[in-house]
């Protein structure tokens, strides 16, 4: 199904396009620490993973039930560490923000740079 038009059904008539796959999708990137307006990350800074592309577009398509600031719940897996948490929409990337907790960074020896591979599913 073309992605506006699964788009255009779930926000406009709330109905999850037939044959909607809610992942799991996977997706690659290097981890970045968020900076603040002034360039410099605060204390307490988060780390996330950036989804766009294909994959961003297919999140929005499948994703019915969107939470807070348009957020999408995710159960999201990086080597053997398995999550439930949000994904944040990002129009200065064109696609989700998946944030990295200090646990899942730490379980997994991810530090910014890291390369990674998330696989994701709608949850």
């Not at 690659?28 to 800074?45: I, N, Y």
């Not at 999140?59 to 999408?72: F, M, P």
């Not at 696609?95 to 646990?103: N, R, S």
Request: neutral net charge; hydrophobic residues 50%; glycine residues 12%.
């Amino acid at each position: 199904m073309d992605a506006d038009l699964a788009r255009f059904l779930r926000d406009e008539l709330g109905v999850a396009p037939e044959g909607s796959a809610a992942g799991p999708w996977t997706v690659r990137g290097a981890v970045w620490l968020w900076q603040g307006a002034d360039g410099a990350p605060a204390k307490g800074s988060w780390y996330f993973l950036t989804v766009d592309g294909e994959t961003a577009q297919a999140i929005r398509a499948s994703a019915v039930n969107a939470a807070a600031w348009g957020s999408v719940y995710v159960e999201a897996t990086i080597g053997g560490t398995t999550w439930r948490t949000s994904l944040f929409p990002s129009k200065q990337v064109g696609g989700w923000l998946l944030p990295l907790k200090a646990a899942v960074r730490k379980a997994e020896k991810i530090a910014e740079g890291t390369v990674v591979e998330a696989v994701l599913a709608l949850g």
